[in-house]
């Protein structure tokens, strides 16, 4: 258990709607990045976020975005879905060091 | 361009033979390195890191992996592997502290009896 906590763990919905995933970083860690895995395009980095900013972003699109709280929680949001759009999306969270990176059990988006 | 490489994208062993799992980077620097685990249906579970210091890191499950700078690699290594070694492993590169955490493609590693 990496202490990183996704939810849902498996979501289905249809093309054109929008959905939330929700993670709670490891107790401390004030950084938490969303990565995208998909067969086609393998792990990709999408956003990080530290302390409630966004420090770095990667191949994240237009739709979708995503932030980070005072509780340090943090969500990405999904919009306009579509088919190519599913994928396992990871959350994970490091500490101030920034240099260990910890990873959840991932949330599996099926849109169908 | 930086990159990580992973040559192998299926490896098949036998349980109880050794097996070695290979990356290679480029990039300008020596970066941060892991090796991410990933069984099937779950999150990905880090296996050891490299930072600096003693070229060859121990890590969980009996795993470990040597730096090599001359050659830019981050090999995976394990004596005798075991049913339950069955999975995708990660070779991933941090280019500093703050950067972002590139992948390898990965192995999928299949354990035959």
Redesign the interface.
Known sequence: DSGVTQTPKHLITATGQRVTLRCSPRSGDLSVYWYQQSLDQGLQFLIQYYNGEERAKGNILERFSAQQFPDLHSELNLSSLELGDSALYFCASSGNSGNTIYFGEGSWLTVV | AQSVTQPDIHITVSEGASLELRCNYSYGATP?L?W?VQSPG?????LL?Y?SGDTLVQGIKGFEAEFKRSQSSFNLRKPSVHWSDAAEY?CAV?PD???????G??TQVVVTP
Do not use: D, I, V
Not at chain 2, 42 to 46: A, F, I
Not at chain 2, 97 to 103: A, T
């Open positions: 941060y892991f991410y779950q999150g990905l579970q880090l890191k930072f990660f941090l502290s703050w950067g972002k955490l590139q992948f493609a990965g």
